[in-house]
């Protein structure tokens, strides 16, 4: 059994083969008497047929008349009308045929193969058989199957009736019930089950569908059951029995022949969405790949238009037809948004004016006039980047926003667009020399938060102004002091990366000493650059420029490192020393967590915590008192000394000594030595000193010049100095060779 296979549409074929042969002989007359039947028991006794409802085409509604047809319908509609009934075929709501048997709703029930028991118990009786159904086997491609009597078979639980009768004839078969085709199908493709048993015309319908091609009928696996009429095992049940098997007497072959080669050479199978998904699914993955295709350039070449027409109506908006430059309305939010975007870079705000351009229109004509001023804007164009702006403001009027790039001064404004203009006219063979003025405003931070336009434009015109006024041509700054802060702050900032990894900066040491002993009792950390521009550059420009840009971090770290790879060198010469590090405020708001990275510089560099001396200006305390407090406190919580650098040179506020604790006061003695009453000044060091000692706080001076000044330090008792008087900050190599390291 189940050796040998075919395929659903073989089956197909060989099912017709059968029934076409018998039933081609008495087609004709069969389909004539038909109706003469129908019509004659049209008026008998009223009889309640149950039929299951997944059965076509045994049992179906039909699609377009909504009868109730099929080949097990058509039969017993014959038979019972032969009988003198009138049969009406209901759907059965319970799950199988046994369970039907006991609702006395059904005068009979459909199909039986032998007489079986009812859900409860109860004996039924069956009619003669209508015709021979075909029952078969169906499993997947290639799978050999046991004997039936050893097959663990599928069926569905509406047929447990039928099952019955198949256990009887198969002792040994095995049947799981499933609720549905599609259950029964998946049971058979995971292997719970060997193969699917069911009626064979059900299956020439069920295997229509496309997604079941795996489906195999086994063609050696029919048998035949009968298709009997049933009916519990009462006294008016027998009497519906007899009354039937006369009409089944009264059927020809021919006629049964008829119905079923009617029903299964129809293709009744109506292709669902699923099965035309499944069939054609190559078909519907290519026209959606190419549907989303052309949707999408649909939508690109949309948005492409439609930017194009907002860039039209930008361009309409916000530029001066002419020169293709900005007007003042666009000018106003472009160079707000570009100041906004860059808040580190130095800008440069330009108001160019052409002198004599009244002059040139009226001696050479308006176009003459138009070209030098696309001439112009083509020339600052060529020189800016998509952060700078130009605009043209009215007439002969430009104002130009433009950054600077780090060791970037002037001349290529000179270079590239005053002097070309100033020739245009000669050049052509003209005499005249354009006079082209520029005002010049170097914007500060303040500057490009606020981005007021308008307000920059005002003073780069005022110094356009002064030039003009004055007679001369080129270019006047508004503020030259903010200009060379701006430039170095370019310079400083722009150059720093490269300035740490080619030694520009160097670190330096400042021995601080012991008055009495005259020993070096530590040293104060320094940093030096010689820029490569600019030559030596002192940290009082470059520490505030550095801050402004937010660089000031990177050098701290560089320092901070670099003085603790000199203490481990030290310490592996056994020389044990303590240096102070600077940290500036810029620091602590940058990263919250400079004491763990100070530990984490312990344990690379194997130092202990007393080695290094932490230095926060006095003014960090005043700025930000809280995160001071937190900062130092972990510091020392860590083991590191704190220091109060530059303590009365600030805004002192002598209540900050009363809320952060510091190991240490670094005195400034420069405020001494700069202006004011001298006397005056001795009183309150003295005064310090001895509110030092009062709140137990150590105390260092700085700024100690002289010999005087150490000796009244000394004799106050304060004792620990650093200043010129007796070292200059040094490089590192001299420092070393300093014979009283302590
Ligand atoms: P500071 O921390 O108060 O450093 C002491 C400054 O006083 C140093 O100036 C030093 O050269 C100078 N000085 C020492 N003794 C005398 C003296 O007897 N007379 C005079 N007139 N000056 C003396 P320097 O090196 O120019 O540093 C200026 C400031 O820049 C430092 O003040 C410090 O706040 C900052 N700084 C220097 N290096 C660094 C650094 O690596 N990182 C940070 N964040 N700041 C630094
Ligand atoms: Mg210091
Ligand atoms: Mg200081």
């Known amino acids: 059994m189940g050796k040998h296979c075919c395929s659903r549409f073989q089956f197909m074929r060989i099912l017709r083969n059968i029934t076409c042969a018998l039933a081609v002989l008495c087609a004709c007359g069969a389909v004539l008497l038909f109706p003469v039947l129908s019509v004659s028991a049209a008026s008998g006794d009223k009889l309640i047929v149950g039929i299951p409802a997944d059965r076509c085409p045994t049992f179906y509604t039909d699609g377009e008349t909504g009868k109730t047809v099929g080949i097990g319908v058509d039969l017993f509609r014959m038979a019972a009308e032969n009988a003198g009934f009138e049969p009406e075929f209901r759907f059965i709501g319970e799950k199988n045929i046994k369970e039907a048997l006991d609702n006395d709703v059904y005068d009979v029930l459909l199909p039986f193969g032998s007489a079986i028991t009812s859900k409860s118990g109860k004996p039924t009786v069956v009619s003669d058989n209508l015709f021979q159904t075909p029952f078969t086997l169906v499993s997947l491609n290639k799978r050999g199957l046991p004997s039936l009597s050893e097959l663990k078979a599928g069926m569905l639980h509406s047929q447990e009736g039928v099952a019955d009768t198949v256990r009887r004839l198969f002792p040994g078969i095995r049947i799981e019930f499933y609720e549905t085709v599609q259950d029964c199908v998946d049971a058979l493709r995971k292997g719970d089950v060997q193969a699917l048993l069911n009626n064979s015309f059900v299956w020439s319908y069920i295997l229509q569908k496309p997604s079941y091609s795996d489906l195999m009928v086994l063609q050696s696996a029919i048998f035949t059951m009968d298709f009997r009429a049933g009916t519990q095992d009462t006294h008016s049940g027998r009497e519906i029995i007899e009354r039937l098997n006369g009409g089944i007497a009264k059927m020809t072959d021919q006629e049964r022949q008829a119905v079923v080669w009617d029903y299964t050479t129809r293709r009744l199978y109506q292709y669902g969405f699923f099965d035309y998904l499944y069939e054609y699914w190559l078909f519907f993955v290519i026209g959606g790949i190419i549907i989303i295709a052309i949707v999408s350039v649909l939508i690109i070449r949309w948005r492409m238009i439609r930017s194009r027409q907002e860039k039209k109506i930008v361009q309409l908006r916000d530029r001066d037809t002419l020169t293709d430059?900005?007007?003042?309305?666009?000018?106003?939010?472009?160079?707000?948004?570009?100041?906004?975007?860059?808040?580190?870079?130095?800008?440069?705000?330009?108001?160019?004016?052409?002198?004599?351009?009244?002059?040139?229109?009226?001696?050479?004509?308006?176009?003459?006039?138009?070209?030098?001023?696309?001439?112009?804007?083509?020339?600052?164009?060529?020189?800016?980047?998509?952060?700078?702006?130009?605009?043209?403001?009215?007439?002969?009027?430009?104002?130009?926003?433009?950054?600077?790039?780090?060791?970037?001064?002037?001349?290529?404004?000179?270079?590239?667009?005053?002097?070309?203009?100033?020739?245009?006219?000669?050049?052509?063979?003209?005499?005249?020399?354009v006079q082209l003025c520029a005002g010049a405003y170097a914007l500060t931070m303040s500057d490009h938060q606020a981005a007021n336009i308008d307000h920059l434009l005002d003073f780069a015109r005022l110094a356009e102004k002064r030039l003009r006024d004055n007679h001369n041509e080129g270019i006047e700054f508004y503020n030259p002091d903010q200009w060379n802060t701006g430039r170095l702050r370019a310079d400083v900032a722009g150059h720093l990366p490269v300035a740490l990894e080619t030694g520009e900066i160097q670190v330096w040491y400042q021995p601080q000493v012991d008055y009495e002993s005259g020993e070096v009792i530590g040293a104060e950390a320094l940093c030096r650059w010689k820029h490569a521009k600019r030559g030596w550059i002192s940290p009082a420009e470059f520490i505030p420029a550095l801050e402004d840009s937010g660089l000031i971090y990177d050098l701290d770290c560089y320092v901070w490192n670099t003085v603790c790879k000199d203490l481990r060198r030290w310490n592996k010469e056994g020389i044990h020393r303590s240096v102070s590090v600077n940290i500036s405020r810029a620091d602590l708001l940058k990263s919250q967590s400079i004491?763990?990275?100070?530990?984490?510089?312990?344990?690379?560099?194997?130092?202990?915590?007393?080695?290094?001396?932490?230095?926060?200006?006095?003014?960090?305390?005043?700025?930000?008192?809280?995160?001071?407090?937190?900062?130092?406190?972990?510091?020392?919580?860590?083991?590191?000394?704190?220091?109060?650098?530059?303590?009365?040179?600030?805004?002192?506020?002598?209540?900050?000594?009363?809320?952060?604790?510091?190991?240490?006061?670094?005195?400034?003695?420069?405020?001494?030595?700069?202006?004011?009453?001298?006397?005056?000044?001795?009183?309150?060091?003295?005064?310090?000193?001895?509110?030092?000692?009062?709140?137990?706080?150590?105390?260092?001076?700085?700024?100690?010049?002289?010999?005087?000044?150490?000796?009244?330090?000394?004799?106050?008792?304060?004792?620990?100095?650093?200043?010129?008087?007796?070292?200059k900050p040094m490089p590192t190599e001299k420092f070393e060779k300093l014979n009283s390291a302590s």
């Not at 570009?338 to 009226?362: A, G």
């Not at 200006?617 to 590191?640: D, Q």
């Not at 405020?671 to 105390?699: P, S």
Request: hydrophobic fraction near 40%; include cysteine; proline fraction near 2%.
């Open 325 to 433: 430059a900005y007007n003042l309305n666009g000018f106003r939010d472009r160079a707000g948004e570009v100041l906004r975007n860059n808040p580190d870079l130095p800008y440069v705000l330009f108001y160019n004016n052409i002198k004599n351009f009244k002059y040139i229109n009226d001696s050479y004509g308006m176009e003459v006039g138009d070209e030098l001023l696309c001439f112009l804007a083509d020339r600052i164009m060529d020189n800016l980047t998509d952060i700078d702006v130009i605009c043209r403001i009215e007439a002969d009027h430009f104002a130009v926003l433009r950054h600077l790039d780090a060791n970037e001064n002037l001349g290529f404004y000179e270079k590239a667009i005053l002097r070309p203009v100033r020739d245009f006219l000669v050049n052509q063979d003209k005499e005249t020399r």
């Open 595 to 727: 004491p763990e990275y100070f530990c984490e510089l312990l344990s690379t560099y194997l130092l202990t915590p007393d080695q290094i001396r932490i230095e926060i200006t006095e003014t960090a305390f005043v700025e930000n008192p809280e995160l001071l407090i937190l900062t130092t406190g972990k510091f020392r919580e860590y083991g590191f000394h704190v220091e109060m650098d530059d303590f009365g040179s600030g805004y002192s506020s002598l209540n900050m000594l009363k809320e952060v604790q510091v190991d240490r006061i670094k005195m400034d003695l420069h405020f001494l030595t700069e202006t004011g009453d001298t006397e005056k000044g001795r009183i309150i060091v003295k005064h310090v000193i001895q509110m030092a000692r009062d709140l137990k706080i150590g105390l260092i001076t700085e700024g100690v010049e002289t010999g005087e000044q150490a000796a009244f330090l000394g004799d106050l008792g304060c004792t620990d100095m650093q200043g010129f008087y007796f070292h």
